[in-house]
């Protein structure tokens, strides 16, 4: 007999200044990570513990599928945002693979196009458009909005069909102040 599985969609904005989402039934749960350290290393091995503490948290049982999802940036305009992109995706990919997580990636323009109808368009208006859709109770920030809409559109494009996005209920925003960790989702 299969039991169905709570469906997790995790959305990453990869960054110095990283927008990290998750869905989790009808509520999103969103931080903004940032590691300042002149050491690069330090920076990435921070970063690379907190995914790993956030992918652990949210797959912590048998009874629950998750997702990964981030946003592609095929070109940089500088080499040195080039590279820490790079490092940042291969650092998200290696946590996924190592927990057996299914990632996917999606372009700049899919999750533009997605929030605001524009492949485009400008970080206030993605802010603006995130904020519509979700209704925090804070001000967002620019990689939040982006994960936020990363970890939407994922969950849209892995449910059957659109009508069935549409039958769901909308989402609660909860900011993790740096932390996706509450005991009351472990229910």
Same mark, same amino acid.
């Given at each position: 007999m299969s039991?169905?599985k709570?469906?997790?969609?995790? @959305?990453f904005d990869? @960054?110095?200044?990283? @927008? ?8 999103i749960?969103?931080h903004?990570?940032?590691f ?6 330090y920076?990435y091995l921070?970063f690379?513990?907190?995914i %790993?503490k956030i992918?652990?948290y949210?797959?912590w049982?048998?009874?629950r599928? +998750? ?5 592609y +940036? ?7 945002a080039?590279h820490?992109f790079g490092?940042y995706? +291969?650092?998200?990919?290696m946590? %996924?693979?190592?927990r057996?997580?299914p990632?996917?990636?999606l372009? +700049?323009?899919?999750?533009?196009k997605?929030?605001?109808?524009k492949?485009?368009?400008?970080k206030?208006?993605?802010i603006e458009a995130?904020?519509n ?8 920030t620019?990689?939040e909005a982006?994960s ?7 969950r ?5 069909s659109i009508?069935?996005v549409k039958?769901l ?5 909860i900011? @993790?102040?740096?932390?996706f960790y509450?005991?009351n989702?472990r229910k």
């Amino acid at each position: 007999m299969s039991t169905l599985k709570e469906k997790i969609v995790i @959305g990453f904005d990869l @960054g110095a200044k990283a @927008g990290i989402s998750a869905i989790h039934k009808d509520i999103i749960y969103t931080h903004e990570l940032s590691f300042k350290s002149k050491d690069e290393i330090y920076k990435y091995l921070k970063f690379y513990e907190h995914i %790993c503490k956030i992918l652990d948290y949210w797959s912590w049982t048998d009874s629950r599928e +998750v997702i990964v999802y981030y946003e592609y +940036v095929a070109r940089h305009m500088g080499t040195k945002a080039a590279h820490a992109f790079g490092a940042y995706r +291969v650092l998200l990919l290696m946590a %996924c693979y190592e927990r057996d997580i299914p990632y996917e990636l999606l372009s +700049v323009q899919a999750i533009k196009k997605a929030a605001t109808g524009k492949g485009n368009a400008k970080k206030d208006i993605m802010i603006e458009a995130a904020t519509n859709r979700f209704n925090p109770s804070w001000e967002l920030t620019d990689n939040e909005a982006d994960s936020m809409w990363i970890a939407y559109l994922g969950r849209e494009s892995s449910n059957e069909s659109i009508e069935t996005v549409k039958e769901l209920p909308a989402l609660k925003a909860i900011q @993790g102040n740096g932390s996706f960790y509450h005991d009351n989702d472990r229910k």
